[in-house]
């Protein structure tokens, strides 16, 4: 079996595991973009290539037509606490 077909059986059985109430499940509170964006003091334009898109997607975010989720969600929090560190490591400063 390839790696592809492993991992998606372990999902599976992760996703089994959890919904039995067993194995732990790491949950995040959700975030509000428009929140971490003006608690670090940026605009929509200096936000979105921080997070590595378009204005336009990250305007859908605050708007609420779009999900924050997976590593966009973890890179929030990450501005959320260190603004500064995410321009530095981009080299936006």
């Known amino acids: 079996m390839n790696t592809f077909g ?9 996703a089994l595991a959890h919904a039995r109430g ?4 790491i949950v995040h509170a959700p975030l509000a973009p428009r929140e971490v ?3 670090a ?3 929509q334009a ?5 997070m590595g898109m378009s204005l336009s997607g ?3 975010w605050e708007q609420g037509t779009r999900r924050v989720s997976g ?4 890179l929030l929090r990450v501005i959320q606490k260190e603004p500064e560190a995410v321009r530095r490591a981009l080299s936006l400063s």
Do not use: C, V
């Open 6 to 14: 492993e991992d998606l059986i372990q999902s599976l059985n992760e």
């Open 22 to 25: 067993e194995g732990r499940a």
């Open 46 to 50: 200096q936000m979105a290539p921080l």
């Open 71 to 74: 590593p966009a969600a973890t």
């Open 41 to 43: 003091r940026l605009t």
């Open 58 to 60: 990250y305007r859908k």
């Open 37 to 39: 964006r003006k608690r």
